[in-house]
């Protein structure tokens, strides 16, 4: 669900915070957290990669996901090397603030781009001169375009998570629910985000089967097309 505050909150931190507490607390949450933006979700950052210092342009292009530690268990995603974010990594990120962070996750196919051969595990990346380290590859996780004709089509599969709670006037929401959950949730979470604080407007609040289907709408109503054309 997509969170949008009215006017600007000063304790956005807490505020949020709170709210991730709350719907970890709910009996048919299974996880959640805060973000920029979600895999199939149609909008979102990117961010050059680098793999030297001060590179005049970057080396590979990716999905820039903002992440705590619980992200990975709230998506689901599997680690395949190294390790996931700790409480302690994780620091406030205002909105338009730039910062670059110690440590990263990224995907597989990034790790394979940047590192043929061998493991991204303690390899480092660079924004300008700073250093961003490696500590853990996830097998996958998709950028928020899926269109085959657009701008991210290179890098669908290449994403990276840096350890920060997105401290923005609107940002995304994820909850994973427990087995036989989620239509319930749907109806109760923002029910829960209401009764903390109604300064606040929840928009989009859909399965991830309705995100999926949405992002994928066009390229099934092509191909039913052309099955029929044929």
């Not at 969170?3 to 304790?11: C, F």
């Not at 915070?17 to 959640?32: C, E, K, T």
């Not at 989620?182 to 300064?199: G, H």
């Amino acid at each position: 669900l997509k969170v949008q505050w009215v006017g600007q909150p000063q304790d956005l931190s807490a505020k949020q915070q709170a709210d991730l507490a709350a719907l970890r607390s709910l009996p048919g949450v299974a996880d959640a957290y805060a973000s920029n933006s979600f895999p199939l979700g149609g909008d979102g950052w990117s961010t050059g990669v680098a793999l030297k210092p001060n590179q005049r342009h970057s080396s590979l292009r990716t999905t820039l996901y903002f992440a705590d530690d619980h992200t990975l268990n709230t998506l689901g995603v599997k680690l395949v090397a190294g390790r996931n974010f700790t409480p302690e990594e994780i620091t406030d990120l205002p909105e338009n603030v730039p910062s670059t962070p110690p440590v990263i996750i990224i995907t597989k196919a990034l790790a394979d781009a940047a590192f043929p051969n061998e493991s991204a595990i303690g390899k480092v990346v660079y924004d300008d001169d700073r250093v961003m380290t490696v500590i853990g590859v996830v097998e996958r996780l998709q950028t928020p375009w899926v269109a085959a004709d657009s701008w991210a089509a290179k890098f669908a599969e290449t994403s990276l998570l840096q350890p920060y709670h997105f401290l923005s006037g609107s940002y995304a929401m994820v909850v994973r629910a427990k087995p036989g959950q989620r239509e319930a949730l749907m109806k109760t979470v923002p029910d829960k985000l209401y009764e903390l604080s109604r300064d606040r407007v929840l928009d989009e609040v859909k399965s991830f089967d309705q995100v999926r289907d949405e992002a994928y709408r066009d390229d099934r109503g092509l191909s039913i097309i052309l099955g029929t054309v044929c």
